[in-house]
């Protein structure tokens, strides 16, 4: 963990002492006053006990993160502070800590009054982001202003994490289009019901209940029993990513970013509700796949997803045995059977 150079700030307190000592040391030298000369000793010594205690209050001091696994964009998250003190013997107080956002601060302070030699104190902080993306923490800025609070000692402690922001999901109902039949008419239960349909290669996010361990063995990677449930309840979603010119203004932007939002809520929609979603842009690829491990890859691909200018196909077909759903930044949704599309 790398540590940045200390940083000294005065405070209002500190620079009214330190003037207020200034002056009594001028007068002390003019008139030789001992009694002038026992203050100034005083005072210069609060100066020098606070930079020293507060330099052993810094020592030694760890700050990691705790990330949550899923941050939406627009809804606020508590992103967790872990804060340990190596020392052995020696207590830290009055620690603040600023995470660190592209090297610039969050302005979201964590505040720990005492953290005991070789313990680990854990707090939070809340914050959002309006976009989705990805966005990189490059460290934290720890400081104090122990013990009598005239300067506010600090130092920079390196710690690069990077998170995705995943697009805003808001609740939906199914476009109108779509039929549905196919997996309605089915009961709800979980996919493991119903009728044997056939084996496919395993996918993140199945059920591993579902492994056929003997075709496993043979083939030499994992085997998922398919039931009819499951053959019937399929969803692709088809995101048209391609930008039409090199600079979009502000309400193409808003567009974009809206259709992105929409296919992320159509996904966490079916597969809440036990269907097998597939993810298809003009650049990527996703699935199929069930399950809130799939779901999860689905957001991460549409968090880091860019629009692009070039003339390109959909990167998959839509040729499968379910459900169409096609989103584009015009607003217009459509649904229909895969043989139709």
Excluded at 314 to 325: L, Q
Aim: glycine share 10%; net charge positive; with cysteine.
């Amino acid at each position: 963990m790398r540590t940045g150079r200390r940083r000294l700030q005065f405070t209002r307190e500190g620079k009214y002492f330190v003037a207020l000592t200034l002056g009594i040391g001028f007068a002390a030298i003019n008139t030789g006053n001992n009694l002038l000369y026992l203050v100034l000793g005083m005072m210069l010594a609060l100066i020098i006990g606070s930079g020293v205690l507060s330099e052993i209050s810094l020592l030694s001091l760890e700050v990691s993160r705790r990330i949550p696994n899923r941050i939406f964009a627009g809804r606020p998250y508590l992103m967790g502070i872990n804060l340990r003190n190596a020392k052995r013997r020696l207590p830290s107080f009055s620690v603040e800590v600023e995470d660190l956002l592209s090297d610039e601060s969050l302005d979201k302070k964590c505040y720990f009054l005492k953290v005991p030699s070789g313990r680990t104190q854990q707090t939070s902080y809340r914050h959002s982001f309006e976009r989705r993306g990805a966005y990189h923490f490059t460290g934290f800025r720890v400081s104090t202003k122990f013990p009598f609070a005239l300067f506010r000692k600090g130092k920079t402690v390196g710690c690069k994490d990077e998170v995705v922001v995943f697009p805003a999901i808001f609740p939906l109902h199914p476009p109108a289009g779509y039929s549905g039949e196919s997996g309605e008419q089915m009961s709800g239960r979980l996919d493991r019901q119903g009728e044997f349909h056939g084996l496919r290669e395993y996918v993140d996010g199945d059920d591993t209940r579902d492994i056929h361990w003997r075709k496993t063995a043979r083939v030499g990677h994992l085997m998922i029993r398919q039931h009819e449930e499951q053959a019937g309840r399929r969803i692709a979603i088809f995101l048209d990513n391609q930008q039409r010119t090199p600079r979009p203004d502000e309400e193409t932007v808003a567009r974009q970013e809206r259709a992105v939002s929409q296919a992320a809520s159509l996904a966490a929609h079916y597969t809440g509700a036990g269907y097998v979603v597939r993810l298809v842009t003009r650049t990527a690829s996703v699935g199929p796949g069930s399950g809130q491990a799939h779901l999860t890859q689905i957001l991460r691909a549409l968090a880091l997803l860019e629009f692009t200018t070039e003339q390109r196909p959909f990167a998959a077909p839509a040729r499968w045995a379910g459900e169409c759903i096609f989103v584009s930044p015009s607003g217009t949704t459509r649904a229909g059977p895969a043989r139709a599309a």
